[in-house]
């Protein structure tokens, strides 16, 4: 059933798992960030979400919470419990019964979901489940949007195989990057470099070019109050493996060796990888080469190997044209500073086009939100299809 009476209360519970859901959006790894909320008589009596690392479920959280509230110790009748929940329950089995079979023996009236897991494992199959219980499953479309957003990147890694890829750029009010010199800190302000820390925080991996490591050596960890949070995976593109000669790198020392992975169309020899010191903990990935650049299909299959559902994007212009030209990227994220910035300088992107193309062979976006930050701004920018 779709879109069946949704009461005011309803609405409110699915608005609580949804705000539930939201709250662990990146920290989930390759399984959605999902939230749920039990009630009895309409009182709440379970909430949960997807744990870190994506076990338990948000449904498994509630029920054990749920289990323990007195009010269903007291009086527990089946049809006085509703359940609300962001996705379809899993029908599944790994090492644990799936969601759908713990909510049978739990016991519910109804099952509120806002959409169905397009997982060819799940995908109508808890529903029925459920169903053929003796329990009404009501899909509801109310609240699309901001579900959407929360999932895009399981959605998505679900109906391409690829990864939500957002660009995050800082750049002055004339789209450059770095001086001509390479002097790029800092063009934004500092509540915008906190954004960027939320921004990573729900991300599960960030990639960056060589070019970018070799002028600024970013740190590229999570810090002030995300610094809780286990930093992200990073992933380099280094096409002819230069960064070999560039040992005192800020991210092994902030993030860690062994969440590092260079990508790069050099086949190195594993007597190199054991004997240079360089070489040790770090992950070395092999991609072909395209007109001299890494050639971004197999980029990207490579990161979605790695249980990536949601990509950031941290620079340079050389990448962040690379993901342009060939459209492979769903928002850009923009900081704009307030600084005006010579023509000589960085900017945002390269040439990707002819030099003599129309104005409307250019890609349109479309503007999702806009921020101020001070004097500094942050637009988001969604790529139409």
């Avoid at 529903?127 to 579900?147: D, F, L, V």
């Avoid at 490591?213 to 992933?235: H, M, T």
Wanted: hydrophobic share 35%; aromatic share 8%.
């Amino acid at each position: 059933m779709i879109d069946s009476y949704i009461s005011k209360d309803d609405k409110k519970f699915l608005k609580l798992a949804l705000n539930l859901a939201r709250r662990n959006v990146g920290l989930t790894g390759k399984n959605p960030s999902v939230g749920c909320v039990i009630t009895l008589k309409d009182i709440i009596i379970g909430r949960g979400n997807t744990q870190l690392g994506g076990r338990p479920h948000a449904e498994i959280m509630a029920m054990k919470q749920a289990s323990d509230h007195p009010l269903l110790k007291e009086e527990r009748k089946i049809e006085d419990i509703n359940i609300y929940i962001t996705l379809e329950p899993c029908a599944h089995e790994t090492t644990s019964p799936s969601c759908a079979k713990e909510i049978v023996n739990f016991g519910a009236n109804r099952v509120i979901y806002l959409a169905t897991d397009p997982d060819n494992r799940t995908n109508g199959k808890g529903k029925s489940i459920m169903e053929k219980a003796g329990i009404e499953c009501i899909e509801t479309r109310i609240y699309e949007r901001e579900n959407s957003d929360i999932l895009k990147g399981y959605l998505k890694q679900k109906k391409t195989g690829f990864p939500y890829i957002t660009l995050k750029i800082g750049s002055s009010i004339n789209g450059k990057i770095a001086t001509k010199n390479g002097e790029s800190k800092w063009i934004t302000n500092s509540l915008c470099r906190k954004r960027v820390q939320l921004l990573r925080s729900e991300n599960d991996a960030i990639l960056i070019g060589k070019n970018s490591i070799f002028v600024d050596n970013p740190r590229l960890n999570l810090r002030d109050q995300f610094e809780s949070i286990e930093n992200k995976q990073i992933f380099i593109l280094d096409t002819n493996f230069e960064l070999s000669g560039f040992e005192n790198l800020s991210i092994f020392d902030n993030v860690g060796k062994d969440k590092v992975h260079i990508i790069t169309s050099k086949k190195l020899k594993d007597k190199v990888r054991k004997d240079r010191k360089f070489f040790r903990e770090v992950n070395i990935e092999q991609a072909n080469k395209e007109q001299q650049f890494l050639n971004m299909q197999e980029i990207l299959k490579i990161v979605s190997r790695m249980g990536v559902n949601r990509l950031l994007v941290e620079g340079g212009a050389r990448v962040w044209t690379s993901f342009l030209k060939i459209g492979l990227f769903d928002e850009i994220v923009m900081f704009t500073g307030n600084k005006i910035i010579n023509d000589s300088a960085t900017s945002c992107f390269n040439d990707f086009l002819p030099l003599d193309a129309r104005l409307g062979d250019f890609p349109n976006l479309t503007l999702t939100s806009l921020l101020r930050w001070k004097d500094n701004i942050e637009a988001k920018w969604i790529a139409n299809s």
